[in-house]
């Protein structure tokens, strides 16, 4: 009959392996990278460390968000789950502008805490195409009406990670960005 030990030994085994395996089913990223983090924004693959929480070894993605220094850590196993994901490919941007050129009629009569609401849950999927809808409805909006409080912190959100995205995409400087984007927004 093994020992108590070797059994121990051979279940964190199997762990690493199933972490692992895990791992190959998700998202890669080396160190310098940049990486999307949802709600965040763009940040550096800083490095990837492994740490012991509960007796089982978990390996990280150090990430530093650039708008903010911002440094958080994603378990390597959950990143996909957690929607980190990629820069947009520059030549996914065209795409991205028709969501701005689309018409839309924004509701006035709807509350604007039933629409924040709506826009901060697009904004946390992580999606460039929701927070670009957000930024499209809001501008269309604020030529109509002053925005909340709330309203303009999600615009401003939204705008933010827009133009660092793209930026990073595109080699642009962030102004030059700013001006490309307002300059797709539908007037009516």
Do not use: C
């Not at 006035?108 to 709506?118: D, G």
């Not at 705008?159 to 793209?166: F, P, Q, R, T």
């Amino acid at each position: 009959m093994p020992k108590k030990k070797e059994i121990k030994e051979k279940s964190k085994d199997k762990t690493k392996e199933k972490t692992k395996a895990k791992e190959k089913k998700n998202v890669k990223f080396s160190i310098g990278d940049y990486a999307v983090y949802p709600a965040h924004g763009v940040g550096t693959i800083e490095s990837i460390e492994t740490q012991e929480i509960n007796g089982e070894e978990l390996r990280f993605y150090v990430i530093k968000i650039i708008s903010n220094s911002m440094t958080i850590m994603v378990p390597i196993a959950n990143a996909k789950k957690v929607g980190l994901r990629d820069v947009i490919p520059k030549e996914e941007i065209s795409n991205l502008y028709k969501t701005l050129k689309e018409s839309k009629t924004i509701s006035i009569e709807q509350t604007w805490n039933r629409r924040h609401k709506e826009y901060a849950d697009k904004i946390k999927t992580g999606s460039l195409y929701d927070i670009a809808e957000v930024f499209r409805n809001l501008s269309l909006l604020k030529a109509e009406k002053e925005l909340s409080f709330g309203e303009r912190k999600l615009f401003d959100t939204a705008k933010d990670l827009l133009v660092k995205e793209i930026s990073i995409s595109k080699d642009m400087s962030e102004k030059n960005v700013e001006e490309e984007l307002y300059s797709h927004i539908k007037k009516k």
